[in-house]
């Protein structure tokens, strides 16, 4: 019931992310909110940049408001990284930013400039060979409707690779930022157990 | 191995798929140049819009179209309430007039170049309300009370036998008490999306559905099209729970912007907005009544239910069909009332009748069971019948006892010390906890082509839905299985209206009712190879024992024939077959029903001659801190019986799935009601508590061997809503054992405890 932009704080157990840009949430305007004054709206200007990802370069025109999470869904047609709130609660947008697991609704296309993005499309090898966390959450069923499932997977090599999974509490807790409401918990936790010892060897 | 491909646990056929991010939800497909939506509600639960200025919001830069009241009035008609044989969540039309009904109503939609400028655009809009004062719920002013019976006008009526007050009066134990079960959202994690396309009057709506047929008749009632010309796609499904089973507003105002605009429009609703643009399950209010002899024997029952719903919509669960069905007894009495509310419309969620009634009822039984002193499975074993007590009609199977012995065993339920507030473990209190799990086996006539092809691969075609079901997959072993292939020479396509029609993916009825009618296809393929076969070398055998077996046409004695030799005697080309069925019971109308898109499943515990159920018995451990009263469940088991499983892997899964709903249901979930101004407090999932991983115990699911070919020729119980029945009450009933303090109103929080 928020009817103003959010502050973009964590979400009730989120563990993750760079909470910067929070995105203007639903206008469900107060009812007797009186009429701001009317402001010239002028054309915004756009901006230029690059972004890199999953090793490749994009250059990009784009209104300065436009998120992470959007640049790649709308603009770059990567539409592996999911929008389940875009406000940093449900961890769907989960991708790596030098490595670092990040919430992209929570972060502007902007800040991710200079650094190297990774999302769920740039896991698999040339060949079509699955990274070992695609294969144990393919191998564990750790996912039912699959929509949570690209965050959950960025977020649990993030995971293993932060050294948070060397027992399943400590998996449990570190991955309590991605919602999934099938409820594949228990197999999410035997995956990423599974597939720590091969991402180590890889 | 092909043979007995069903039973096997094959790896999901989308799962590869999933797990590369190349799975296209609806909001993931591409379509050229989209302008972007984005919605306005109301501010207020009841009153009137009195003013819309637009001044602001069409000087942003990119701003398109402002859709309103004033220029959408009449532009969607009326398409009939889902739940009376129709197609849209509720009877209130989108942008039909002044009219606030509840909070967050779409009172407008923006329209502009990017998602970005939409958005501010709806921020710049300005809307004014005249205020009424509404009525939340249960003890408001204004809201209006109805009997079930009197607001079906005739459909419904209550369940009844004998005359239960009287058995009361009489009974030598008795147990009274009130329980209630709050607002839940089922905050599916896909956003509630919609794009909709024109190209020569035809019209194309990408979003996540769970019944593309429906949408797609529903649609075109709505503007007044002929169904042929609208095509629905949602070949992926980001969870649903029942979210997405019926047509809700904003598909027609996006429809109608794409229109205006010669352009697709693509909409992406807000979480918050999720919480009163689509359904809910609303909260209830109930009185149970048990009368039992002095050893346990039920000789009464009342169970009576209100249960909140939308101003217009008469709208139920009536769980009271099946709490009444649960036991043998020879006197019941129910009673479900409506309560009309300034709210929004609620609508399925997962298991919707037995969630909210079945935690009344299995907590009163445990109720009786202390004060009769009894072991609370006893208690469910001396009512244990064969018969339901309305009718006497006989279940097909039932196997609730089995799954209690063998779900007790399992967990160490003899270990308990029966005494409340007995076991302790350092500063916490430990209790156990178990209730039975019921779910109706409901079936739907469905349809769909089976194509062969003369290399050996096959495709099925039908167009029900994998909402992480894992329809796909079991849809997939059941064509293997029929024709005699590997797995991954079957390919399945759904989710498409243009497919042959399938029933809605609700009330866990697709497994069997797709199934059967795939391997219906799959015989008249076989049937048409056996015939033709009399030509080679399986010349003078019995073409009905002709099987396909190992990609070969197999006579019993062995001799065999490559499936390419075959299909070369009976066709120049593929073989394609379409197949229809109505599954028994349903009446003749189910399948013109279904090609109309509309609601018709059938069996389950109403019908005429048989009663057809799924059980279970789930145990639950929780630990209740001494100090902070916090709840924490280190063990959920149940052990399930559901006919046949077709695929042990992913039904394990929704089970385990459905038990750790079941908790979060008893210890998290509810949607806050701001009780003056009837508007949700906490329309997020940050402050709506879902289950986390950190929340998640050690679940076991269990399954109990049950052999039924009554209930459809294949054996097959849906089981996606049964895990999720028993979880609220074996929780309530193992916190009472852990505390001596018996909850009865969910979710059950610390300061339920204190």
Redesign the interface.
């Known amino acids: ?3 103003q932009p959010d502050e973009g704080g964590l ?4 563990l993750l992310g760079v909470g910067a840009a929070a ?9 007797a ?1 009186p ?2 004054p ?7 200007p756009d901006m230029t940049l690059t972004l890199h990802i999953n090793g490749k370069a994009h250059p990009l025109t784009l ?1 300065p ?2 998120t992470l999470l ?1 640049a790649l ?2 603009h770059l ?11 940093g ?2 961890g ?1 947008c989960t991708v790596l930013l030098d490595g670092h697991r990040v919430l992209s609704c929570l972060t502007l296309a902007a800040m991710a400039e200079g650094k190297e993005v990774t ?3 740039g ?2 090898g040339a060949d079509g060979a ?1 990274h070992p966390m ?2 144990a ?3 564990h ?1 750790a ?8 965050g959950q ?1 960025m977020s649990a090599i993030g995971c293993v690779q932060e050294g948070h999974a060397e027992k399943p509490e400590q ?3 570190y ?15 035997e995956a990423i157990q599974a597939a720590k010892p091969q991402m180590g060897r890889a | 191995m092909p043979e007995g491909m069903i039973g096997q646990s094959p ?2 056929v ?12 609806a ?2 497909m ?1 379509v050229p140049n989209p302008a972007w939506a ?7 639960a009841r009153g009137r819009v009195t003013e819309i ?1 637009e ?2 919001a069409r ?3 990119g701003v398109l179209d402002i859709l309103t009241h004033r220029n959408m009035r009449g532009e969607v008609q009326d398409a009939g309430f889902f739940a009376g044989g129709g197609y849209t969540s509720t009877t209130m039309r989108p942008l039909e007039d002044d009219r606030v009904h509840h909070d ?1 109503e779409i009172v407008a939609m923006v329209l502009a170049e ?4 939409a ?2 655009g ?6 004014h ?1 005249a ?1 009424e004062n509404p009525a939340a719920g249960f003890d408001a002013e204004g809201a209006e009370l109805v009997s079930a019976k009197d607001a079906s006008k005739g459909s419904f009526e209550d369940p009844a036998v004998g005359d239960a007050d009287a058995a009361l009066a009489t009974a030598a134990v008795t147990v009274e008490a009130d329980y209630a079960t709050p607002t839940q959202h ?6 509630f999306t919609t794009t909709a396309s024109w190209e020569n009057g035809r019209l194309t709506i990408l979003e996540g559905s769970q019944y593309v047929h429906g949408l797609r008749n529903g649609i075109a009632a709505q503007l007044g099209m002929d169904p042929s010309l609208v095509r629905v796609e949602s070949p ?6 029942g979210s997405r089973g019926s047509l809700t507003q904003r598909t027609a105002l996006v429809a109608v912007a794409a229109r205006r605009l010669r352009r697709p429009v693509k909409l ?1 609703a ?4 999720g919480f009163t643009i689509a359904t809910y399950r609303a909260e209830t209010r109930q009185h149970v009544k048990l009368g039992a002899d002095k050893d346990g024997k039920l000789v009464a029952l009342v169970h009576e239910g209100v249960e909140v719903t939308s101003r217009p919509d008469p709208y139920k669960v009536a769980g009271t069909q099946t709490t009444c069905r649960m036991y043998a007894c020879p006197n019941i009495r129910t009673k479900v009332s409506i309560l009309h509310a300034d709210r929004n419309t609620p609508g399925f969620m997962r298991s919707p009748p037995e969630v909210p009634y079945m935690f009344a009822l299995e907590s009163a039984m445990d109720e009786l069971a202390v004060k009769l002193g009894m072991d609370p499975i006893e208690l469910r074993r001396v009512n244990d019948t064969m018969h339901e007590p309305i009718k006497g009609l006989p279940y097909t199977s039932r196997s609730l006892m089995q799954c209690f012995d063998r779900g007790a065993e399992a967990f160490g339920w003899k270990q308990r010390n029966p005494e409340p507030r007995s076991m302790r473990d350092g500063d916490w209190l430990v209790g156990v906890g178990c209730a039975s799990t019921i779910y109706p086996t409901h079936l739907g006539a469905a349809t769909a082509r089976v194509t062969l092809t003369p290399n050996g691969h096959a495709r099925v075609q039908t167009a029900a839905h994998d ?4 329809t796909y997959t079991v849809v997939a072993q059941a064509a293997a299985e029929g024709l005699g292939l590997p797995l991954e020479k079957v390919v399945v396509e759904m989710g498409d209206s243009e497919l042959p029609p399938a029933p809605v993916s609700g009330g866990s009825n697709v497994t069997a009712s797709v199934c059967t009618v795939v391997m219906q296809a799959c015989e008249q393929i076989r049937a048409r190879l056996a015939a033709a076969a009399q030509d080679g070398p399986l010349k003078g055998r019995d073409p009905a024992t002709l099987r396909l077996v190992d990609g070969t046409l197999r006579a019993p004695d062995g001799t065999a024939e490559p499936i390419a030799d075959a299909m070369g005697r009976a066709s120049n080309g593929a073989i394609e077959i379409s197949a229809e069925n109505i599954p028994k019971g349903l009446p003749p109308d189910s399948l013109k029903k279904l090609y109309q898109g509309r609601q018709a499943l059938g069996a389950g515990l109403e019908g005429k001659e048989v009663a057809m159920a799924a059980f279970g018995a789930e145990f639950v451990e929780v630990r209740v801190h001494s100090r902070t009263a916090e709840v924490r469940v280190p063990r959920l088991l149940g052990a399930f019986a559901a006919g046949r499983i077709v695929n042990p ?2 039904a ?3 089970l ?3 038990l ?2 079941g908790m ?1 249901g008893a210890l998290l979930e509810a949607t806050e009601i ?1 009780q003056r101004r009837a ?3 906490n ?5 709506y ?8 115990p ?2 076991d699911v269990l399954f109990v061997e049950e052999e039924d070919r009554q209930v459809n020729p294949l054996g097959i119980k849906g089981l996606g809503e049964l895990g999720n029945v028993g979880t609220n009450a074996a929780i309530a009933n193992a916190v009472f054992h852990a505390t001596g303090k018996r909850v009865r109103e969910l979710p059950i929080r610390i300061e339920s405890l204190l």
């Not at chain 1, 996912?143 to 690209?150: E, I, K, L, R």
Request: hydrophobic letters at 35%.
């Open positions: 019931m928020t009817s979400g009730r157990r989120g995105p203007f949430l639903a206008p469900r305007q107060a009812a909110q009429a701001p009317s402001l010239p709206l002028k054309e915004r209104d408001r436009v959007d869904r709308e047609a990567l539409t592996g990284a999911k929008k389940g709130c875009d406000q609660q449900c769907a999302t769920i499309e896991l698999a699955l695609q294969q959450f393919l191998d069923d996912f039912q409707c699959g929509y949570c499932t690209p997977i998996i449990r807790e991955m309590s930022g991605n919602l999934c409401r099938c409820a594949a918990y228990p197999n999410i936790v | 790896v999901r989308d799962g590869r798929a999933k797990v590369t991010g190349t799975a296209h939800y909001s993931d591409a984005f919605l306005v509600t109301s501010a207020i200025n001044a602001e000087q942003v830069s967050g990017t998602y970005e400028q958005r501010e709806a921020y710049r809009l300005h809307v309300y205020e089922h905050n599916p994690i896909e956003l992926f499904i980001g969870g649903a729970f992406v807000t979480r918050d907005q909402i992480g079901t894992g892997r992913t394990r899964s929704q385990m799935g459905g750790i709903w979060g701001d508007r949700y407090v329309d997020n999932i940050a402050e508590l879902i289950a986390v991983n950190a929340d998640v050690k679940v």
